[in-house]
Nanobody
Framework: QAQLRESGGGLVQAGGSLRLSCAAS????????MGWYRQTPGNQREMVAT???????NYADTVEGRFTISRDDAKNMVYLQMNNLKAEDTAVYYC?????????WGQGTQVTVSS
């Protein structure tokens, strides 16, 4: 049974940085696609950053150049480095892993950016 657990969220001032972590169990990240998504109340969950099975990364226009997705195969973890944070980045961030047969989601971690 696969499980994902996000951590690293919190309160930060605009212009600051945060590093989100996603610990995966029951599924090996290597060889699978993964990504980070975010959602605010009343809005659709939106893609922030993804990594394909081949390792190619893709970013939403709103975060490109500021956020970086990466993974550590030895620790079976996914990371999202967020730099130069803006107030509009405030949201609950979710880790996603697309396995061979199913997609998995974490419980989310709150990121709040104050101006």
């Amino acid at each position: 049974q696969a499980q994902l657990r996000e951590s690293g969220g919190g309160l930060v001032q605009a212009g600051g940085s945060l590093r989100l972590s996603c610990a995966a169990s029951g599924v090996v990240l290597s060889g699978n696609a993964m990504g980070w998504y975010r959602q605010t109340p009343g809005n659709q969950r939106e893609m922030v950053a993804t990594m394909t099975r081949s390792g190619t990364t893709n970013y939403a226009d709103t975060v490109e150049g500021r956020f970086t997705i990466s993974r550590d195969d030895a620790k079976n973890m996914v990371y999202l480095q967020m730099n130069n944070l803006k107030a509009e980045d405030t949201a609950v961030y979710y880790c996603n892993v697309v396995g061979r047969y199913s997609a998995y989601w974490g419980q989310g971690t709150q990121v709040t950016v104050s101006s």
